[in-house]
């Protein structure tokens, strides 16, 4: 995997590239749509390569691991395989899923106990035991094991936590850089910045990562609770010493305002659940602004689902229509409602291209992001 850095904005840090990876080349800035059981929710894989564009998508190890296993996955020839898709896959590490499970988990420096939400078994994650399921399962990027430091935490916890991360992070590339992958294909690890919100943490994470010269890297920890404007104060620091020839990946982010200001500051890459989340509960995104189709207000509002939407449900369906589904608790409305979020997405990260690619991305973005974060 190698990255092709091919523009970078004279008036920001905003920047244009392409991923390639064995199973295609990915053009960034890119959102990856989140598939954590092998699946995006509601969405077929035809869909996703034909009408939303996607061109990666993650899956999520913790749930994997889980179920329906890695000896399922094996037996199958790994995740591409097991799902249809033939295109580039990231897996995270399970951390956030990991520590999300406060009362049920148990960490040392050796790693993680914790216990199944399906059933209760009991489960160690180890750096090392990460990399072998992530290989197992076949992601062309693995991100390594990591503590997902809450951003909340006081700086005591917040630098023991990245020691923590930084030590286990030494084990995964020992363990990744002494096995081979499982299906004939090149995979890549992502090491990942956190320190939460204390800039000199943050330094020393970012310049930490640098020195052991991975194919790209990841940024981890923010939008768990931090002020807004500190995630990006963060990101600015972590950007400005991360290599300029590596991806850089925003972990969790997040909102279409989110996604732009990270572009801004030279993110290349981004996931986030709200596209589907957000859509099986009636939110829509728009370039105008968000629309909450439970609201009475569209009952009998016949008009497209987004006149300037770029899938196939924006011109076939109407808003009233789709809050009927909605309100009626019908798959249909879920699917429709998460397609379009997606395509949406996806196609935010293309205009943000084309108008790097151009000269006008500072001006676009300072004209689309105020409609962007109204609610309509």
């Known amino acids: 995997m190698f990255f092709d850095l091919q ?38 894989q035809r869909e996703l390569r034909d009408d939303i564009k996607a061109q990666i998508i993650l899956g999520n190890t913790y749930h994997l691991y889980l179920r329906p296993g890695t000896e399922i996955l094996r037996q199958a020839g790994g995740l591409h395989r097991f799902e249809n898709w033939e295109r580039p896959i990231l897996t995270d590490s399970g951390g956030f899923q990991v520590f999300s499970l406060t009362g049920t988990r148990k960490m040392n420096d050796d790693g993680v106990t914790f216990f199944s ?7 160690l994650f180890t750096p090392e035991r990460v990399m072998d399921i992530e290989r197992l399962i076949g992601a062309d990027i693995m991100m390594a094991f990591d503590e997902c430091t809450p951003g909340t935490a006081d700086y005591r916890y917040a630098k023991d936590s990245m020691e923590r991360t930084h030590r286990w992070l030494k084990r995964c590339i020992a363990q990744f850089d002494s096995t081979e992958p499982l299906y004939g294909y090149h995979q890549a690890l992502f090491p990942i910045v956190q320190g939460c919100i204390y800039p000199d943490l943050r330094k020393e994470a970012a310049h930490f990562l ?25 990101i600015e620091i972590v950007n400005d010493i991360l290599p300029q020839n590596k991806p850089r990946y925003l972990m969790g982010v997040g909102t279409p305002q989110n996604i732009l200001e990270g572009i801004e500051r030279g993110v290349d890459m981004f996931d986030c659940v709200m596209p589907t989340r957000n859509g099986r509960n009636g939110m829509i995104f728009t370039m105008q602004g968000t629309i909450n189709l439970r609201n009475k207000k569209w009952e009998n509002d016949f008009s497209e689902l987004d006149p300037e939407g770029t ?17 009626s608790n019908e798959l249909l409305g879920m699917q429709v409602a998460s397609i379009h979020n997606l395509a949406f997405y996806l196609n935010l990260v293309k205009q943000a291209r084309e108008h790097i690619l151009d000269g006008t991305f500072v001006d676009w973005k300072r004209s689309v992001i105020t409609n962007l974060g109204k609610r309509l």
């Not at 899938?311 to 309100?327: C, G, M, N, P």
């Open 210 to 234: 640098t020195d052991l010269d991975r194919e790209g890297y990841a940024i981890g920890g923010l939008a768990v609770g931090e002020p807004t404007e500190k995630m990006y104060e963060m």
């Open 117 to 123: 939400h399906l059933d209760g078994s009991k489960h």
């Open 311 to 327: 899938s196939f449900v924006d011109h076939e369906y109407s808003k009233a229509y789709i809050r009927h589904l909605i309100h």
């Open 7 to 44: 523009h970078t904005d004279s008036r920001s840090a905003a920047r244009v590239g392409v991923i390639h990876t064995d199973h295609g080349d990915i053009q960034t800035p890119i959102f990856m749509p989140v598939g954590t059981v092998a699946s995006v929710k509601a969405v077929h």
